[in-house]
């Protein structure tokens, strides 16, 4: 099983500021996929193939890497980011996630 | 616009079984896979199993083997996840996702207590 260790757990950002979260899995993989999850909600596509926006993502998110590290990035903090996001894989069975970073505005 | 709607919260007894399902609309059902998930509220989310719709072919998270039971219906585009003999360990919030999870059903929660 592939086990993908996301970091930092938790972090605050204030508005404007720049955060990079980082996921690193123990098997290389093709490809990352992140989700972003608000309290009671169901999770949403936010990024996928590493590097790809899903429909309605705002441009100041991004996502990058390769093999066995991948990072998400949001240029510039908005209240509205604040959540949680996870990291997955499809690549390999059992499909795995991250244990989740939780964003919170400063 | 595509659609998963799934069933309302249940509440069952340990021992019990539970039939979850996911009704979709807006895309061809029968050229879909859907995955199922388990997340405890607080906790990260686990990767259950896959049904292609085409054919009810499936894989399984070794860890639900025996636990889940993925099937389709394609006459009304819906998928089902049985959850057999329940203990307080499945109390969570069950969703179903469309192929990579580029949609989502809104999730339901099970409980499962005495």
């Known amino acids: 099983e592939i086990v993908l260790t996301q970091s930092p757990t938790t972090m605050a950002a204030s508005p404007g500021e720049k955060v990079t979260i980082t996921c690193r899995a123990s098997?290389?993989?093709?490809?990352m996929y992140w989700y972003q999850q608000k309290s009671g909600a169901s999770p949403k596509p936010w990024i996928y193939?590493?590097?790809k926006l899903a429909s309605g993502v705002p441009d100041r998110f991004s996502g990058s890497g390769s093999g066995t590290s991948y990072s998400f990035t949001i240029s510039s903090m908005e209240t509205e980011d604040a959540a949680t996001y996870y990291c997955?894989?499809?690549?390999?069975?059992?499909?795995?996630f991250g244990s989740g970073t939780k964003l919170e505005i400063k | 616009q595509v659609k998963l709607q799934q069933s309302g919260a249940e509440l069952v007894k340990p021992g019990a079984s539970v039939k979850l399902s996911c009704k979709t609309s807006?895309?061809?059902?029968?050229?879909?896979?859907m995955s199922w998930f388990k997340q405890i509220p607080g906790q990260s989310i686990e990767w259950i199993g896959m049904?292609?719709?085409?054919?009810?072919?499936?894989g399984y998270n070794q860890k639900f083997k025996g636990k889940a039971t993925l099937t389709v219906d394609t006459s009304s585009s819906t998928a089902y996840m049985d959850l057999s003999s329940l203990t307080t360990e499945d109390s969570a919030v069950y969703f179903c996702?469309?192929?990579?999870?580029?949609?989502w059903g809104q999730g339901v929660m099970v409980t499962v207590s005495s």
């Open positions: 049904i292609y719709a085409g054919d009810g072919g499936t």
């Open positions: 193939e590493t590097s």
């Open positions: 807006g895309y061809t059902f029968s050229t879909s896979y």
């Open positions: 997955h894989q499809w690549s390999s069975t059992p499909f795995t």
């Open positions: 996702a469309r192929n990579w999870g580029d949609y």
């Open positions: 098997s290389s993989v093709s490809y």
